[in-house]
């Protein structure tokens, strides 16, 4: 797939404080990304240095091979963006919004309003003022209008913030449908890492302004199968006796939850546990074994227990 966007050893520095130390990664046309990490890891000074809302320090982010230090313009008009709850004018209809923002920028025809409409589904509420919008129906609306200049990249800042489970499957929905009928490539940053992981292609984790890990979100290789870590459920007699084997023999810290054991541990490692509690005289009586969520995930790379 083709770059949309690149961010090439992108630092930031504010007085003497490094808050972004050398970001590098790559976003594909046509492709989810979510951006998480703890509070104060970078995510929205990086944010704001994509859309050009904060100048770099140093390196570069290119759009569609445009530069925003050298070319911005050009680059820049290949973004849209949403940061939380858009802002519309409520006495107006959505349609009304549109054309409003559709002037600012040359070349937006009504075939393209109504284009942008019809993808994001408020074909039927358009012509309602937007002050009787739900949360959701704004979101999709703030969405049409990012849209309109039909950009290469769109960035969503907490696109699902105060939705209620109808409204986020709703924009879950639009966002997979963008990408895919659009090429739209999209970034999310989110709290809601649920979410994060049923709306993505891939993940990026960043942490102290330093991207931590990259990963496909349904990786199904060998090795991502076999190394990554797996939820771990046993129901085994004696628990006790068990959880001290595991915490002596394989450093894991297992807690009983619902007469079970749960930890994480790697998959390809868990037949020759299983073969050791057996050897101690474990009764084993059922084993779970699972793929480990993007918060576990998270955690365990960030070491911490705050998603920001």
């Not at 993808?119 to 309602?128: F, P, W």
């Not at 992981?197 to 890990?213: L, P, S, T, V, W």
């Not at 990554?228 to 810290?253: H, N, R």
Request: contains cysteine.
């Amino acid at each position: 797939m083709q770059a949309a966007m690149e961010l090439i050893d992108v630092k930031k520095t504010i007085g003497k404080k490094e808050i972004i130390k050398g970001l590098s990664f790559t976003i594909n046309q046509g492709e989810v990304f979510g951006f998480i990490g703890p509070n104060g890891a970078g995510k929205t000074t990086t944010i704001r240095m994509m859309v050009g809302l904060m100048k770099l320090t140093d390196g570069d982010i290119r759009i569609l091979g445009n530069s925003v230090k050298t070319d911005y313009k050009k680059a820049i008009a290949e973004v849209g963006a949403i940061v939380e709850n858009p802002e519309m004018y409520p006495f107006m209809s959505g349609w009304s919004n549109l054309k409003h923002y559709a002037r600012m920028i040359p070349g937006i025809t009504e075939q393209r309003i109504q284009e942008v409409v019809e993808l994001v589904g408020l074909g039927k509420a358009i012509k309602e003022k937007a002050g009787r919008y739900s949360l959701g129906m704004r979101q999709r609306l703030g969405i049409a209008q990012a849209l309109l200049h039909n950009p290469s990249v769109l960035i969503l800042d907490e696109p699902t913030n105060g939705l209620d489970p109808a409204g986020i499957r709703e924009i879950r929905h639009y966002v997979r449908r963008l990408a895919t009928e659009e090429n739209v490539a999209i970034i999310i940053s989110s709290h809601l890492l649920g979410e994060v992981e049923q709306m993505c292609d891939r993940i990026g984790i960043i942490k102290n302004g330093e991207m931590i890990a990259i990963q496909a979100v349904n990786d199904t290789s060998e090795e991502s199968e076999t190394q990554v870590l797996s939820q771990v459920k046993l129901e085994v007699s004696p628990a006790d006796q068990a959880i001290e084997i595991l915490k002596t023999s394989f450093e894991i810290d297992a807690v009983l939850d619902a007469n079970k054991l749960v930890f994480q541990y790697e998959k390809n490692n868990i037949p020759s546990l299983i073969e050791s509690l057996v050897k101690q005289n474990i009764a084993i009586y059922q084993v779970e074994v699972s793929k480990a969520s993007l918060e576990d995930k998270f955690f365990d790379l960030i070491g911490e227990n705050i998603i920001g």
